[in-house]
């Protein structure tokens, strides 16, 4: 793998905020609503990189924000280098603000926002391009999916999770041919989902 990419077994996470903004204002007093549900983002980058004290260096987020008027972005909080954000959700959503006050970057083109966080123009369909073109494999969250007995475990992962709102005929589009699981029978939320992903990768 390229080196922006890591040359190591890593976890991918891609979280879709269909109506998070990707640019303009934030209100961190009210990130599920004004923020088009920018907590459960938060959260899930909680969830996806901190440990007690300290980060998962093997595991990257991959925020895909597909809300408001302008051009969808994604921020990429890569744990081998991050530094300088809190494990709360505030913290993390505040970066993201910060984010949503620049320029989209061209699709493709990773800009660094501060260290350990990078910002791209695209969607999901990019990101999916851009994982198999370096070797990770995409496992889509869903209810309907197979066991989690059929992920493979040579390889670097990269699992899509949806917020709030059920994938669209975009997002499936994009995943077509990627594994697709269910963690159970109930719906779980996204955070939650990824800390039982955790859990069952540490034990390989």
């Known amino acids: 793998m390229s080196s922006i990419w890591g ?20 209100n961190l007093n009210d990130l599920p609503g004004s923020g ?10 909680n969830a996806a990189l ?4 300290g980060i998962r260096e093997d595991s990257h987020v991959m925020l895909h924000l597909m809300g408001g008027d302008g051009p969808p972005r994604r921020i990429w909080f890569n ?15 505040g970066q993201i603000k910060g984010i949503l006050k620049t320029a989209v970057p061209p699709r493709g083109r990773f800009d660094e926002f501060t260290m350990g966080i990078l910002h791209s123009g695209g ?4 990101t999916i391009e851009e994982w198999r073109s370096q070797g990770v494999s995409p496992v889509v969250l869903d209810a309907d999916g197979g066991g989690y007995s059929g992920v493979p475990s040579a390889t670097d992962l ?20 990627a594994l697709s ?7 779980l939320q996204g955070h939650s989902c990824i800390a039982i992903l955790h859990h069952l990768l540490d034990g390989n």
């Open 79 to 93: 744990g081998s280098i991050l530094r300088g954000v809190r494990p709360d959700e505030r913290s993390i959503a």
């Open 181 to 187: 699981i269910s963690l159970g029978e109930r719906w």
């Open 123 to 126: 969607d999901l369909g990019q």
């Open 7 to 26: 040359d190591r077994l890593e976890r991918w996470f891609a979280i879709i905020g269909h109506r998070a903004p990707s640019s303009g204002a934030l």
């Open 158 to 177: 990269g699992f899509v999770i949806s917020d709030d709102k059920p994938l669209t005929e975009d997002d499936r589009l994009a995943l077509r041919g």
């Open 50 to 53: 901190f440990v007690s004290h």
């Open 36 to 45: 088009g549900r920018m907590d459960v983002l938060a959260r899930a980058v």
